[in-house]
């Protein structure tokens, strides 16, 4: 079974402040992705990596960067957060073709006060 | 510009009927397609997908349905159950777009007893 875990469930930060999430896999997959998902929105790609130290924007990277030093764990970072940024962000891997599903961490409901 | 609609937020059936959550994208060069089950407080699962080579395909209750000409699928759950009411997210890949998806807003589906 497919594993992915992100290191929180429930963030509270304050505006301005860096913060960091991270997400571990466990099946050596090769593609990581952070999403995050709104309501009426869906589910908004932020970024994503097909490999060690490599990453592509997605469609809403403004504000957000990343950073993968292993394949199997994948680290969004807010830079300065804002209230705009409160969310549901939640994290993904899959195997390198397109066809292969992607399997989804639990996310991370973050607060910005 | 949404490129993948959901456009009904919500559905109610009775169980034992028939559930159809429908799907509109607007990219021809989309040509694969899928469709994530998300509950409450937990990450997206996998649940059936299609490619557009195909006009249908069947998994158990579930089955998917695509109609390139009205750039349209549809995902029909027959017989619907309780533990089916979940957000139901539909998810389009084309080449031109490597690894990535594009998800539509979503529809929570409720099924009563």
């Known amino acids: 079974d497919v594993k992915v875990t992100q290191s929180s469930r429930y963030l509270v930060k304050r505006t301005g402040e860096k913060v960091f999430l991270e997400c571990v896999q466990d099946?050596?997959?090769?593609?990581m992705f952070w999403y995050r998902q709104d309501p009426g929105l869906g589910l908004r790609l932020i970024y994503f990596?097909?490999?060690?130290?490599?990453?592509e924007k997605g469609d809403i990277p403004e504000g957000y960067s990343v950073s993968r030093e292993k394949k199997e764990r994948f680290s969004l970072i807010l830079e300065s957060a804002s209230t705009n940024q409160t969310s549901m962000y939640l994290c993904?891997?899959?195997?390198?073709?397109?066809?292969?599903?992607?399997?989804f961490g639990p996310g991370t409901r973050l607060t910005v006060t | 510009d949404q490129q993948v609609k959901q456009n009904s937020p919500s559905l109610s059936v009775q169980e034992g009927r028939i559930s159809i959550l429908n799907c509109d994208y607007t990219?021809?060069?989309?040509?694969?397609f899928l469709w994530y089950k998300k509950y409450p407080a937990e990450g997206p699962t996998f649940l059936i997908s299609?490619?557009?080579?195909?006009d249908k395909n069947e998994d158990g209750r579930f089955t998917v349905f695509l109609n390139k000409s009205a750039k349209h699928l549809s995902l029909h759950i027959v017989p619907s159950q309780p533990g089916d009411s979940a957000v139901y997210f539909c998810?389009?890949?084309?080449?031109?777009?490597?690894?990535?998806?594009?998800f539509g807003a979503g529809t929570i589906l409720r099924v009563k007893s």
């Open positions: 993904a891997s899959s195997l390198l073709f397109r066809e292969r599903e992607q399997y």
């Open positions: 099946m050596d997959h090769e593609n």
């Open positions: 990596s097909y490999d060690v130290k490599m990453k």
């Open positions: 990219n021809s060069m989309f040509d694969y």
């Open positions: 299609i490619s557009s080579i195909k």
């Open positions: 998810a389009a890949s084309a080449v031109e777009y490597g690894n990535k998806l594009v």
